[in-house]
C-alpha cells in the first residue's frame, strides 16, 4: 500500500512495539526532521493508507533511522529508542528515547 507521507531515504523497519507496529523516516520537510508513526495493518488489509498518526521529532537526520523496542525487565516499562546520523558534517551517532503519546 502506498503511503502520503515522504522520506529522502528508506525507511527503519517495522518495529513491534506497545502491541502495535512502528515505523520511522527521515522527512522532506527540508530539515530532516525524523518521524514515527505505527502501521494501522486494517489499513494494509483494506488498501488503504496505513500510516495516520505521525509524530515528528526536533532531531534531523541526513540518512535513514533505526528504530528499536527496548523492554526495562525490571520495571516493566516498554520503551522505544531512536538512532540517526545527524546532520552536523561530523558523521556522529545519535540516540534518543521516542516518547509516544
Same mark, same amino acid.
Given at each position: ?9 528508506e525507511p527503519a ?19 530532516? $526532521? ?7 495493518l486494517a489499513a ?30 525490571? $520495571?516493566?516499562? $516498554? ?15 545519535n540516540a534518543c ?5
Amino acid at each position: 500500500m502506498r503511503s502520503a507521507q515522504r522520506s529522502i531515504c528508506e525507511p527503519a523497519a517495522f518495529t513491534p512495539f506497545r502491541d502495535s507496529v512502528y515505523i520511522a523516516w527521515t522527512g522532506t520537510d527540508g530539515a530532516g $526532521h525524523l518521524n514515527v508513526a505505527p502501521v494501522d495493518l486494517a489499513a494494509v488489509k483494506a488498501g488503504t493508507d496505513p500510516i495516520g498518526a505521525v509524530y515528528t521529532l526536533p532531531e534531523t537526520s541526513i540518512a535513514a533511522p533505526a528504530l528499536v523496542p527496548q523492554m526495562d525487565w525490571d $520495571h516493566g516499562n $516498554h520503551r522505544l529508542a531512536a538512532f540517526w546520523t545527524g546532520t552536523d558534517g561530523s558523521g556522529a551517532l545519535n540516540a534518543c528515547e521516542v516518547v509516544l503519546p
